[in-house]
């Protein structure tokens, strides 16, 4: 059973347009929200979070919209550039349970 | 700081044989995780350590040995290889296992075919 589910696999934009993956989770036990963006033959690296106390989180281009009651969270990247084409990765955790990764969704900045 | 180093980087296997992927870390994080990457699978967690002398199994254990005898070296151990063990490793240590209180740091990671 998925409990964080990235339904796109792949988004394709133009450079200077804004970019939205979206990330879906079903266990309402979680409280804490993360993405990351992975590069090829890259590890992971860590982008922007949001707690369930907060509806919005902001970092510089990145914002991270939470709907708790439609279990719902999405990445807005504004205005979208080249060197932002990677995997995005959508996680989430609660309380002292281990991260759980949606599969990803592929986002591709063309220019 | 070097962050979390896994070695090799590449490695090729037969079925039935045995190996140890390396991961080690220079921030004194006390948990430390291993997943691994399949292709339209995401990462799934694997093992994990809260701590020196402490593991405990994440998703997908099984033919996955793990140990924690100092708090910078969490190495994984494949028994027996398998064809379905072919996939992406990642390492990945972060202060704490708490949600909110810290983020996750992964390694850059250990590509691994089973022939």
């Known amino acids: 059973d998925q409990q964080v589910k990235q339904n796109s696999p792949s988004l394709s934009v133009q450079e200077g347009r804004i970019s939205i993956l979206n990330c879906d989770y079903t266990n309402s036990m979680f409280d804490y929200f993360l993405w990351y963006k992975k590069y090829p033959a890259e590890g992971p690296t860590f982008l922007i979070s949001?707690?369930?106390?907060?509806d919005k989180n902001e970092d510089g281009r990145f914002t991270v919209f939470l709907n708790k009651s439609a279990k719902h969270l999405s990445l807005h990247i504004v205005p979208s550039q080249p060197g932002d084409s990677a995997v995005y990765f959508c996680?989430?955790?609660?309380?002292?349970?281990?991260?759980?990764f949606g599969k990803g969704t592929k986002l591709t900045v063309n220019p | 700081n070097a962050g979390v180093t896994q070695t090799p980087k590449f490695q090729v296997l037969k079925t039935g044989q045995s190996m140890t992927l390396q991961c080690a870390q220079d921030?004194?994080?006390?948990?430390m995780s291993w997943y691994r990457q399949d292709p339209g699978m995401g990462l799934r967690l694997i093992h994990y350590s809260v701590g020196a002398g402490i593991t405990d199994q994440g998703e997908v254990p099984n033919g996955y040995n793990v140990s924690r005898s100092t708090t910078e070296d969490f190495p994984l151990r494949l028994l027996s290889a398998a064809p379905s063990q072919t996939s992406v490793y990642f390492c990945?240590?972060?202060?704490?296992?708490?949600?909110?209180?810290?983020?996750?740091?992964f390694g850059p990671g250990t590509r691994l075919t089973v022939l």
């Open positions: 990945a240590s972060s202060y704490s296992r708490l949600a909110g209180t810290d983020t996750q740091y």
């Open positions: 921030m004194n994080h006390e948990y």
């Open positions: 949001i707690s369930s106390i907060k």
């Open positions: 996680a989430a955790q609660g309380g002292s349970e281990k991260l759980v």
